[in-house]
């Protein structure tokens, strides 16, 4: 019974959380958990070993992973867009076309990048948490509608009403930027709930930082995650620090992979500073939860700018910074590119022309989008369009 | 007389109250490293050290309710959160745990501590991080209350919530940290929670405001007393427990009333303190009262929704010359 549930998603039957029958106790065949006793009886004691794979940096071409030479230019190319977007919009912050926080997601763009080559656009879901800017230009929003809802114009992704940490897009399934630290995790697990239910073939990309770790939300979605087999990677982009804290000074066990064998979900850990790298743990991982499978996901990279705008960034040193900053995705990227002769520097030279002009131009477009009319303030908030506000 | 900022009037009240008493500790995200977020805390690590200054994982469920677990044996903790906005993933360990255990136990345990730290709008943070809470709170019997709206009530105030033998939520504001007030220098400085304070007198109109919305009270008192009208500026200070007293004896002066009060309108403060108002003093009254708040919506991200979004100065004054028939 637990057995058919397990594969019901994979057999396309009738959608079921389990009935409250138990949930089939496996892991990978990657991992091994040995009790050493039988669990009719009660144990002697209990030893734990547990093996968890990782994708390490430099180990996969494009071949491998099935990815065409277009597919790969492209990823370089959405990288640097990245890259050039923020910078802009650091620089737009400082002329305060941009107000309130603005995360930049600059030396992270191989995790949203990876990610997105990865599943199907516009089939599989994806959520984050405020640093997300990445990821909706990965997912192929326009560098104009994100540049609008920066600049707190009607041409934005949601209309303005948002800004950096809210980028939201139907069309390319990003089911938003979000504010509160873990809050989203759960929304997570449910958006893969529905995928199961509607038997629709997707899954869910979970995003969230190490800081969230630390939010009991993202505990309770774990296991409801594993015990209802939802398709769901829950995947931490592991920054190494959450605000001014390092996962040293916040975590008991900073091995993030860890925390998946108390929900029996097969985990792995990735270097996330090269993009097949990611690209190849979520192909791996999306066809497991595709197979009704949920999985738990440490990659881990690293960012080059201050949390927020205002950060002073006294917690790490210029040393270990610059370090990081050579182990740049972009560089790794171009070089692998070079290497195997699939682009010229002319052709570098024309993505960088073409970038940079893709920037100014969303730049253009968000001063030139309008301010949302006053009124627009009562819209969005119920489907009733007559709904009586207190005024 | 000091001349402070509301982050350092609010430091030297946590200070000076942690040097007399060796119970109370702070606790919260960035409080000690990064000398907190909004350097509130700035020093208090090097001062007290790791043991009483205590940095936390993102995990405000979880600390608030070590708080309240600490609070039940024999210590005074003061919790701060980042900002209110992000209390409500505690919010179970304020309304379930710090609000009613004393209750439920019959009396045989009490809960003193403090929830503080920023609360209501900030800016264009959009909608998840601009709420103010202060209504929210205060339907809670079993938690008092407190926003203040300067240094100096915030140093009297917050030394008198830490003294407090029950759960206070204490309501600072980003905007105002920086915001500089003479603040007495009188040795144990405090200032009875549940009393509000007249800012100014006046027998035209009282205005009732508190915490930011209380700078706009003043300037649009000021605006009015260039046209010969006398307002009555009423800072309630405590929410809860609400020195009505004091207002109405204002409206019984004045006959009007005008509230501020940056909080969405629906169920909040401003419409407790207008039914308390009507209750009790509701032959006194020459017109309706009228309060400026929020827009009755999420707060919006962009620049011109956001600031029409808030209480303005300009409604507040014109609400005032209409409840005086001035026009
Ligand atoms: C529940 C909650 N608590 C605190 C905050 C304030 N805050 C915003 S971002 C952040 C750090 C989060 O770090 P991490 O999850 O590692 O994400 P990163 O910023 O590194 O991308 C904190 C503490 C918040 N937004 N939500
Ligand atoms: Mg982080």
Known sequence: MANETRKSHAKGAAASTNGGAPKKRTTSSKEKIILDASSDSFPESIEVAVKFETYPVDRYGHEELGLSGET?????????????FEERAAQMYGKQKIGGFLHLYVGQEAVSVGAA??????????????????????????????????FGKVGGCSKGKGGSMHFFSKKRRLFGGHGIVGAHVPIGVGIAFAHKYKEDGGICLTFFGDGAVGQGAIHEASNLASL???????????????????IERAF?????????????????????????SVCKAIQDHG???????????EIRTYRYRGHSMSDPQKYRTKE???????????????????????????????IDAEVKQEVLDAVAFADGSPEPALEDIYDDIYEESDYPYLF | MAVLQFREAIRAAMTEEMERDERIFLMGEEVAEYNGAYKVSEGMLAKFGPKRVIDTPISENGFAGLGVGAAMNGLRPIIEFMTFNFSFVAIDQIVNNAAKIRYMSGGQYKIPIVFRGPNGAAGQLAATHNTSTESIYATLPGIKVISPSNP?????????????????????????????????????????????RIAREGDDVTIVAHGKSYWIALRVADRLAAESFNAEVIDPRTIRPLDIDTIVESIKKTNRCVII????????????????????????????????????????????????????????YEACRRVMYAD
């Open chain 1, 252 to 276: 008991a066990e900073t091995q993030f992979t860890h925390q998946a064998v108390g929900y029996d979900m097969p985990a792995a850990l990735v270097d996330g500073m090269d993009p097949f």
């Open chain 1, 320 to 350: 270990e910074l610059e370090s990081k900053k050579n182990d740049d995705p972009i560089l790794r990227m171009k070089a692998y590119m070079l290497e195997r002769d699939m682009i010229d520097d002319a052709k570098f030279e024309a």
């Open chain 1, 287 to 297: 066809k497991m939860a595709r197979e009704g499978k949920p999985s738990l996901l």
């Open chain 1, 72 to 84: 790969v230019e492209w990823m370089y190319r959405n990288m640097l867009l990245q890259r050039r």
């Open chain 2, 261 to 316: 009060d940056e909080s969405t309108p629906f169920a909040s403060i401003s419409s407790e303190i207008t039914y308390q108002i009507q209750e009790r003093a509701f032959d006194w009254l020459d017109a309706p009262i009228v309060r400026i708040t929020a827009k009755d919506t999420p707060t919006p991200y962009a620049r011109n929704l956001m600031e029409h979004y808030m209480p303005g100065e300009d409604d507040a």
């Open chain 1, 117 to 150: 080559a990865a599943i199907n656009v516009g089939e599989d879901s994806v959520i984050t948490a405020y640093r997300d800017h990445g990821l909706g230009l990965a997912l192929g929003m326009s560098a104009d509608e994100c540049m609008a809802e920066l």
């Open chain 1, 228 to 246: 209802y087999e939802l398709p769901v990677i829950l995947i931490i982009e592991n920054n190494q620090y959450a605000m001014g804290t390092s």
């Open chain 2, 152 to 196: 100096d009530d915030a140093k009297g105030l917050l030394k008198s919530a830490i003294r407090d033998e029950n759960p206070v939520i204490f309501l600072e504001s980003e905007s105002m940290y920086a915001m500089k007030g003479e603040v007495s220098d009188e040795e144990d400085y405090l200032i009875p929670i549940g009393k509000a």
